[in-house]
């Protein structure tokens, strides 16, 4: 038996579940678990067996927390968040646990790996201004007391500007670096550099409407005042079965349906999925690979498995007004099992059409495709859950926004009605 203390210091369910919903609190008990189970790792070596292998799988490894690292630079990026604010624990007001000196490292180092050298720098700056709170200086005659990080940090903020076409403050910051400690790798790296002179590095770039979008949280279009924009009780066949529909875009034709699941439906769903999720997939070139486009975990239900799918499935029937029939002599038909995913920390999916790409697929693929009902024509996206912050799905060229309620379905044809992908 192997103890976890998660968190010690917090108390009760309540504050234990409002720290692990902040990307701090998720980030440090990530970390936490990897680290306290690298003993364990490190002893069963690499050849475990099947049993412990499966058991530890589920639990967080060094890779989950380079991934958590990397959600730290998406949320920045997306929500133009400031590395200041994130490691005082302050998401746009919502507040949480700090990060220290060690984590501002690893997120900067993270970060300068990405080339993402504007991150790098913010980050970095953090671990210095911590650093030099925390230990005092230490000179090249030291070197039998501990060494100061100082030194490595400034020399990787000195690489960082070398890349940005500023050799005058790399060079700064390596006179600084080496006088701290001339032995360090990063001190070294940027010496050599200095004299060989590395390729500037590009910028990543976020799409400026896509970050507008995020930011705004929730956007409708600006024709607010078309008619055909409205709030009605939509009817279906059966005569008391009434849907609240908000029509949010008349083309491309977005429209929103409130209160389309319960909350026993909604728990129900989650608690059948959450054994089952893994790393979402997409296609390409006929092959399933994993993208950091795309850093969801999902898990496929169908009809079948869940009585309550059942019935969910004949209820997006019965409000689309469109055929969501899996399976028919084992055959697909109309529609695709439900896919329920879990964003995570700052997961996200890029900018995408629904539809499989004709110009991806390989021939073999294409009819397959066809013989199993065609192409997605819309979409139904149920939110279980409500979120502190972000998680919008944004339609770019549509300028639109949606912000999760749970409960609430999303709803959008991929189509134009001649047929045409929109």
Not at 75 to 82: F, I, P, T
Not at 153 to 169: F, H, T, V
Not at 217 to 232: A, E, G, H, I, Y
């Amino acid at each position: 038996h192997h103890r976890i203390p998660i968190v010690k210091e917090l108390q009760n369910d309540v504050h234990l579940q409002a720290y692990l919903k902040h990307p701090n609190g998720i980030y440090l008990s990530i970390k936490q678990f990897a680290n306290e189970y690298q003993s364990l790792r490190s002893t069963l070596g690499s050849e475990p067996s099947p049993a412990i292998k499966a058991q530890l799988s589920s639990i967080a490894d060094e890779s989950d927390v380079v991934g958590a690292r990397l959600s730290f630079l998406r949320l920045q990026r997306v929500y133009n968040l400031n590395a200041s604010e994130m490691v005082r624990g302050n998401y746009l007001g919502w507040l949480g646990p700090e990060l220290d000196e060690a984590d501002a490292w690893k997120i900067g180092e993270t970060a300068f790996t990405e080339g993402d050298l504007d991150l790098t720098i913010q980050w970095l700056y953090e671990a210095l201004a911590m650093t030099r709170k925390s230990e005092p200086p230490i000179g090249v005659g030291n070197f039998e007391e501990p060494v100061s990080e100082t030194g490595r940090i400034l020399a990787l903020i000195g690489r960082s500007y070398l890349r940005q076409g500023l050799p005058d403050k790399a060079n700064d910051m390596y006179t600084h670096a080496a006088y701290i400690d001339p032995r360090d790798g990063n001190v070294i790296a940027l010496k050599r550099e200095l004299m060989d002179k590395p390729p500037l590095t590009d910028q990543p770039i976020t799409d400026v409407n896509f970050q507008k979008l995020c930011l705004l949280q929730s956007k409708l279009p600006d024709n607010k005042f078309d008619p055909r924009l409205n709030c009605v009780y939509r009817q279906v066949i059966l005569p008391y079965y009434r849907f609240k529909q908000e029509l949010i875009s008349v083309s491309p034709y977005v429209a929103l349906f409130y209160d389309v699941i319960n909350d026993f439906e909604s728990q129900s769903i989650i608690n059948f999925s959450q054994e089952k999720l893994e790393r979402g997939y997409v296609e390409f070139d006929g092959k399933a690979i994993k993208q950091d486009f795309r850093t969801s975990d999902l898990s496929f239900v169908k009809d079948q498995e869940l009585s309550i799918i059942a019935k969910l499935s004949k209820r997006v029937g019965a409000i689309t007004n469109l055929s969501t029939l899996e399976y028919v002599n084992g055959d697909s038909l109309s529609a695709e099992p439900f896919q329920v995913v879990n964003y995570g920390m700052g997961g996200h999916y890029s900018m995408h059409f629904d539809p499989l790409d004709a110009m991806t697929l390989s021939r073999s693929d294409m009819i397959v495709q066809s013989s199993l009902g065609g192409n997605r024509l819309a979409t139904f996206l149920i939110y279980l859950s409500d979120v502190e912050r972000g998680g919008s799905t944004v339609f770019t060229n549509a300028d639109i926004a949606v912000s999760p309620v749970k409960k609430m379905a999303l709803f959008w044809y991929s189509y134009k009605p001649s047929g045409e992908l929109d």
